[in-house]
């Protein structure tokens, strides 16, 4: 999680740059304030494990972040840290179950499906890959790979999701900043994670 909000901090301008093409320009700053929020929480309280710290997320997110990226990004890590709950390390096999659940999560919150120009386009082809690794350092990094191609591919598409999808044929040839913070993710995962 602190990857993350580096990863988040170094690219706000650009995911607000992403944002304000095809939707409200707040993407990054809410995904910036929202993680040193989450920084904040995780560093008051000692964490029991890996599914606490990330319903500790979770929380700082959904309380601090505004527009669908607080309430998706808040359910992709409760449902992560509810799968995750007890745990003592991070292993693939459960790193890749709760992936599944967080991404189950995302999709009955914001009903999206693959093609409609939204993070689940970068989401679901990392959670695949996870799926079909030996370990976890190879899974993470086979994540990263497959949410970057994701993220990439929403560029053509015309959105049908979100704020983006009032734009019609306008929103084409644009990436869409959520699958973009997810790439940023799974990046960081396999950079903090997958040594």
Known sequence: MRRFAEEVGEHRQELVRLDTAI?????????????????????????????????????????????????????????????????????????????????????????????????VDALIPAVDALDGADNLSSGLQAAAEAAEEGMNATTPMIAKKGRASYLGDRSKDHQDPGATSTYYLFKSAAEALGG
Do not use: I, W
Request: proline share 3%; aromatic share 4%.
């Open 23 to 119: 939707g409200d320009g707040d993407h990054g700053t809410n995904m910036d304030r929202g993680m040193k929020k989450a920084l904040e929480k995780l560093d008051a309280c000692e964490q029991a494990d890996p599914g606490a710290v990330l319903k500790t997320v979770a929380m700082a997110l959904v309380s601090s972040v505004g527009g669908a990226a607080g309430p998706l990004y808040g359910t992709l890590f409760l449902r992560m840290g509810t799968a995750m709950a007890g745990s003592e390390q991070v292993d693939l096999a459960g790193f890749a179950a709760a992936s599944r659940k967080g991404l189950e999560g995302v999709q009955s919150r914001g009903k999206a499906q693959p093609g409609d120009k939204t993070m």
